[in-house]
Structure formats: structure tokens, C-alpha cells
């Protein structure tokens, strides 16, 4: 029987049966492993992605046999390590997806497979650490201690000291650290100013997941969102007590941690949804594990698929009330030429362009789209053994910015936006969130 490249059919991502025994059984796994990577050695059209697949396609072609047979098995996890769970592959390249016959989810099976480490642990404290968001960044982010936390950030020899102790790479950018966390600088609820309009898709009530990132580290991108929204006559409620959305720990394979916290999370966001808001996170990775991760994990749970239905993404959100005539577009000032990267967690979300379509609403607004990973992905690009790696992977990315002679460049997710400064090594260079180009548009 002919085997058929491609589907006819809309690829669908199967359940993530992590609770099952087998998914950790060491002899299935490296079946697996073995089957997809022979299948991925004679497809290669992922090669350019990141350094999952150079690394396989490398181990084959130095192999006695040029094939996936004569790999060492112990080699395998070189693979596994590099991944960072973008889903770019299994998104935008894979053409062997379920409902095909061969059912490839390389991200799935490289999830399976950090899941498998972590629990034999083989999982480096480094990792834990810089994984375990909630604890790290509050203690961090606490007056004295920030500014600390700061000031190490910048200097040389402590970041070579940090770089020789816990592996973290001293010319990785890091992020910056507020002395105060921003839901305890927020009204729990700020509301629209104006009668609260709902759509057929959208109430017109938003509940706001800060997340660890906009709670801690760039605070300004939550409360740009906040300000738009409000000027588009949205009522706004901050969702207090909210843990990390778990994507750290799915990174690194824990899978019960990612449980704990859906399980802390859920009653918050319901209560939320019961109340009539949805749900906004400014974030692409903690839409994601809403939308895509946690349902794909726990598929039968009703309370996951109820979140799932009421969570969005920001400019999601606003196209959704655009197309009810639900958006201001009288815009003050122009923002001219945009160098505009799409967030790798917010493209395989298969939503379409939304923040590019919202900024082209500013008139004479010309937007240059980047649909190239950054390289940074969660941890990746500051660990020691892969920052010279996520260098590589964000240069065509700082070329494409470049190019484009924008007047202002960024992302919809900060970090890539960070990483993306980094690399044009500029000391001027400055990322702004598209949330924070619409507040500036609106003169708000």
C-alpha cells in the first residue's frame, strides 16, 4: 500500500496520555524515539527550525550505517535536550500530523521524553531552579533584594562567577526585577468608564493573568494592556493569587508540577468565567497552555475545556470586538515602520495574524512580519550550553529587523524581544511590545 505524504485532512494534535505507565516505560519510549527519527532523517524539511534536528541529522550522517540504525541509543536525549517546545514543526512544517498514518508530534514525543528524564531524575538543579517561577520570582522581587538581583545582572565578574557556578550563560540577557510586585500596585477592579458592550464572541469583561512574567518583570506591558483595553470601553478585573501557567515546568518535563498548578489556577479563572469575564494573558506561553497544552493533557476535564473557551489572546480579543465595530480606531500619533516578530507560542496557535492586523488600523503604520523563532524560548537562551545556540537561531531574526530600518521593532512575547536587542548589539536598541505601540498610537 501507498504511503501518502501530507493529509487532505486538518492535522489534530491526540491527547497527551502522560498518566499512562507506558508513557515512562524506558523500551516504548526509545521505540518511539527510534521510529520518528528514522521517519524525520528522511523528511529533513525541519532543519532549519532549531538545533533538535541538525544535532539528529548530524549523529546519521557521522553513523557507520548513514542511518538512524546506527545511532547510539545513549545519543538520543542530545536530541531531546535541544528542543524548547516551540511547536513550530509540528505547527507550520510536519506533513505526517495526525490524521496520518504515521502520526508524527515530534514536540509531543520530545515532551515525553524530558518527562521521562525528570522522573529518573536526570534533570540538572539549575533547571529545577530557574523553573520554579512563582518562588524565585517573588523572593527576587522584594525591595533590597531586587535591586541586588539588578545590579548582579550587570556586572561582569559576578556574572562570570554565576556563570561558573550555576550555568548561567554571562552575556545572556536577564531580565529586569521589580522591587514590588504589580498586582499588589493594582485595584483588584478598574472599570471601562463607559456601558459594557458584548459581542457574540467576546462579554466585554476582561479578567487579566498577569502572569509571572508581567507581575515581576515588565509590568508595563500589563498595564499598557490595560490601558487600551479601557479605552476601548472593556471593564477589567486583575485575578489576584494566580500561580505560573506551568509552561517552565512542562519545558522541563515535570508534568504533576504543571498538574498542581492548573489545579491552584482553575478555581480563580472559573470563578472569573462564572462571573461573566474572559480572560486575558499578555504572554503567548501562558495562552498556550490554556488553549492547547493543559486540554491536550487533561482532555477530559469540562473545567479545562470551559477556560480553554474564554481564554484569549490580547489582540485576539481586540479583532473579535473590531469586527463588531467594538474598537476605537482614532488614533493621535503615528508609529511609522514596525519590524514586528511573531511570538513562536503565539503562531501555532493558528489564530492568524491579529497583532499585525491591529496595528495596520493606525494610519500610514507599515509592518514588516518576522515568523522566525527568536531563540530565546523560556530558559534556553540563558543557560551556559545553549546561549551560543540561541544566538544562532535569533540572527536571522535581528538580520530581518535590521533590514527593514523600522522606526521601533518587537514581539508579542518580551523575552524574544529582549533577546532580539541583544543581538542587534546596539546599546539604543529598544524593544516595545505591540500593546505598548497601540497605547502610544492612542495617546493614552
Given at each position: ?49 532549531c ?8 549523529l ?11 545511532v ?15 511547536d ?64 548582579a ?58 502572569t ?7 509590568p ?24 505560573c ?21 482553575l ?41 480553554k ?19 476605537n ?19 501555532v ?9 491591529f ?8 509592518v ?28 536571522p ?48
Amino acid at each position: 500500500m501507498s504511503v501518502r505524504e501530507g493529509s487532505l485532512e486538518a492535522p489534530k494534535r491526540h491527547p497527551l496520555d502522560w498518566q499512562n505507565p507506558e508513557f515512562y516505560d524506558k523500551d516504548s519510549l526509545y521505540t518511539e524515539l527510534e521510529r520518528v527519527f528514522d521517519i524525520c532523517h528522511g523528511c529533513r524539511r525541519c532543519v532549519s527550525l532549531c538545533d533538535s534536528f541538525p544535532t539528529l541529522f548530524d549523529l546519521v550522517d557521522e553513523s557507520d550505517t548513514f542511518e538512524v540504525d546506527g545511532v547510539d541509543k545513549n545519543d538520543y536525549m542530545n536530541v531531546v535536550d535541544q528542543c524548547f517546545l516551540c511547536d513550530l514543526c509540528a505547527q507550520t512544517k510536519c506533513p505526517y500530523l495526525p490524521p496520518h498514518e504515521w502520526a508524527i508530534d515530534f514536540p509531543h514525543l520530545m515532551l515525553r521524553a524530558k518527562a521521562y528524564k525528570f522522573e529518573q531524575g536526570d534533570t540538572k538543579w539549575r533547571d529545577r531552579l530557574i523553573t520554579s517561577t512563582d518562588p524565585i520570582f517573588d523572593t527576587i522581587s522584594t525591595p533590597g533584594i531586587a535591586t541586588i538581583a539588578n545590579a548582579a545582572a550587570k556586572s561582569p565578574a559576578l556574572r562570570k562567577f554565576g556563570e561558573k557556578t550555576v550555568g548561567i550563560h554571562a552575556k545572556a540577557p536577564l531580565p529586569n526585577f521589580e522591587s514590588k510586585a504589580l498586582v499588589k500596585r493594582l485595584p483588584e477592579d478598574i472599570p471601562a468608564g463607559t456601558d459594557v458592550v458584548a459581542c457574540d464572541s467576546t462579554t466585554g469583561k476582561v479578567a487579566i493573568y498577569i502572569t509571572c512574567y508581567g507581575d515581576h518583570n515588565e509590568p508595563q506591558v500589563v498595564e499598557d494592556l490595560i490601558a487600551v483595553l479601557k479605552h476601548n470601553g472593556v471593564s477589567i478585573k486583575i485575578l489576584q493569587d494566580a500561580k505560573c501557567c506551568g509552561m517552565p515546568k512542562l519545558e522541563l518535563g515535570d508534568l504533576p508540577k504543571v498538574a498542581r498548578l492548573k489545579d491552584a489556577n482553575l478555581p480563580i479563572f472559573l470563578q472569573a468565567i462564572e462571573a461573566g469575564y474572559d480572560i486575558i494573558a499578555p504572554i503567548p506561553s501562558c495562552v498556550l497552555m490554556y488553549k492547547q497544552e493543559l486540554p491536550l493533557m487533561f482532555p477530559n476535564d469540562k473545567n479545562i475545556d470551559t477556560v480553554k473557551q474564554h481564554f484569549f489572546d490580547p489582540f485576539q480579543y481586540l479583532m473579535l470586538r473590531q469586527k463588531t465595530g467594538l474598537v476605537n480606531t482614532e488614533f493621535k500619533h503615528k508609529i511609522g515602520k514596525v519590524a514586528y516578530h511573531v511570538a513562536c507560542h503565539q503562531r501555532v496557535q493558528n489564530f492568524g495574524k491579529k497583532t499585525k492586523e491591529f496595528l495596520e488600523l493606525i494610519p500610514e503604520t507599515q509592518v514588516t512580519t518576522i515568523e522566525r523563532c527568536s531563540g530565546h524560548d523560556g530558559t534556553y537562551a540563558v543557560k551556559t550550553e545553549t546561549y551560543e545556540k540561541a544566538m544562532k537561531i535569533v540572527r536571522p531574526v535581528v538580520r530581518r529587523v535590521m533590514e527593514s530600518e523600522p522606526d521601533t521593532f518587537g514581539s508579542d512575547c518580551p523575552m524574544a524581544g529582549r533577546l532580539i536587542a541583544h543581538g542587534l548589539d546596539d546599546a539604543n536598541a529598544t524593544p516595545q511590545h505591540p500593546l505598548s505601540m497601540v497605547r502610544q498610537a492612542y495617546g493614552i
